[in-house]
């Protein structure tokens, strides 16, 4: 028996100086939600020479799906 495949997507919702605000949801291969999650974020200490692409990036990054 082959093992299912999932698949995670993270967005950021909303991205401030100090808070953002995350979701992300995870499908099965019929393209069922299985999971979801909710996330605020408390930003420390991000340079101001980030953009807001990289700093969305970083966040997608930091987001566990487990």
């Given amino acids: ?3 299912d495949v ?3 997507r993270g967005t950021v919702r909303k991205g401030g100086r100090r808070i ?3 979701e992300g949801e995870v499908t099965d291969a019929q393209g069922r939600v299985v999971a979801t ?3 605020t974020f408390l930003v420390f200490g ?3 020479r980030v953009t807001e692409d990289q700093f969305r990036g ?3 990054e930091s987001i566990p799906f487990h």
């Fill in 6 to 8: 999932l698949t995670a």
């Fill in 1 to 3: 028996m082959a093992p």
């Fill in 37 to 39: 999650a909710t996330s």
């Fill in 58 to 60: 970083m966040l997608a």
């Fill in 20 to 22: 953002a605000f995350a």
């Fill in 46 to 48: 991000v340079p101001r």
